[in-house]
């Protein structure tokens, strides 16, 4: 059994596109399909049911999905090990960055590192922070830089680095602006749910940090628009749409921040790396960079 056969299956598995798998490993179409041939003659059994354009695992392609992903997961490992004994800072960095990090936290931390190890190649991804956390743990990804989720996960190394404190904001003609320019007092967390909001996805991390602040209080999130972006956001916010919660450093001319009586909302950034796996080289040296510009 080797390893290609397995990448090909596991990217038809991830995708459930032989084109799309084809893309991805950068490999023509036939090439793909001859692979998993190969693999089924091998074990005997089918592994994908083929049914007009939708791929679909069968039972047998599921029990082999997790073994193949440990398999894969082990023999990377192992290859990153033996080339680490070399210490050279080379080769492939699989890193994940939520689009927020990575266009106001990370570009001056990337190029400052490009230009120390220009035989690294990395292999950046803008994901939600929730999917990074899912690449970290399956392997497919060797860290991620991204917000924090609200609990700890046993099989990873969570490192908080820096804090982002969020805002209520809207557009400088909103109501709630001008109510609390008129009363010139704090605003409740009551009167802010008589408006629409436009918020993160409910199943953010940060939507969730937002929403148990409501919850305590017993209130409901008057929730009218969501969108993953925080840039998104911004605009939506800025044209009127409702208010929101955005990091201090995007506060511009075109947003009012509200006085809410209310503790101030944190939410962690960080990295994130699996503790069973071997890191690179070029990891160990990306950590060693973020932790020299950690706040404090």
């Known amino acids: 059994m080797d390893t290609q056969s397995l990448q090909a299956f596991l990217a038809v598995a991830e995708t459930q596109s032989f084109s799309r798998a084809a893309e991805q490993l950068h490999l023509t179409q036939p090439a793909v399909s001859k692979r998993i041939a190969t693999?089924?003659?091998?074990?005997?059994?089918?592994?994908?049911?083929?049914?007009?354009?939708?791929?679909?695992?069968?039972?047998?392609?599921?029990?082999?999905?997790?073994?193949?992903?440990?398999?894969?997961f082990t023999v990377e490992d192992s290859r990153r090990a033996l080339a680490n004994l070399s210490g050279q800072v080379g080769g492939k960095l699989t890193l994940a960055t939520s689009h927020h990090i990575g266009?106001?936290?990370?570009?001056?931390?990337?190029?400052?590192?490009?230009?120390?190890?220009?035989?690294?190649?990395?292999?950046?991804?803008?994901?939600?922070?929730?999917?990074a956390y899912q690449g970290v743990m399956?392997?497919?990804?060797?860290?991620?830089?991204?917000?924090?989720?609200?609990?700890?996960v046993e099989?990873?190394?969570?490192?908080?680095?820096?804090?982002?404190?969020?805002?209520?904001?809207?557009?400088?003609?909103?109501p709630l602006a001008q109510r609390s320019r008129a009363d010139?007092?704090?605003?409740?967390?009551?009167?802010?749910?008589?408006?629409?909001?436009?918020?993160?996805?409910?199943?953010?991390?940060?939507?969730?940090l937002i929403g148990q602040r409501f919850e305590e209080a017993g209130l409901n999130l008057p929730v009218s628009m969501s969108t993953n972006y925080l840039e998104t956001l911004k605009m939506m916010c800025?044209?009127?749409l409702?208010?929101?919660?955005?990091?201090?450093?995007?506060?511009?001319?075109?947003?009012?921040?509200?006085?809410?009586?209310?503790?101030?909302?944190?939410?962690?950034l960080g990295y994130l790396v699996h503790n069973n796996r071997t890191l690179s080289n070029a990891a160990r040296k990306m950590i060693e960079q973020l932790e020299a510009n950690r706040e404090t």
């Open 39 to 72: 693999l089924e003659d091998l074990l005997g059994t089918r592994l994908f049911d083929r049914i007009g354009r939708r791929i679909a695992l069968t039972e047998a392609g599921n029990v082999l999905l997790p073994k193949a992903q440990r398999i894969l």
């Open 103 to 131: 266009l106001h936290r990370l570009p001056p931390l990337l190029k400052q590192y490009t230009q120390r190890h220009p035989e690294v190649a990395l292999d950046l991804h803008f994901l939600d922070s929730e999917l």
């Open 138 to 152: 399956d392997g497919t990804l060797e860290m991620a830089i991204v917000t924090l989720a609200p609990h700890p």
């Open 155 to 174: 099989q990873l190394q969570v490192v908080e680095l820096w804090r982002d404190r969020l805002c209520f904001v809207c557009a400088k003609d909103h």
């Open 184 to 208: 010139d007092k704090l605003l409740s967390l009551a009167e802010l749910c008589e408006v629409n909001c436009i918020l993160p996805g409910a199943k953010t991390f940060t939507r969730t």
């Open 238 to 240: 800025g044209v009127g």
């Open 242 to 268: 409702g208010w929101s919660l955005l990091p201090e450093k995007m506060l511009d001319s075109e947003l009012v921040a509200l006085p809410v009586d209310t503790a101030p909302i944190h939410r962690p």
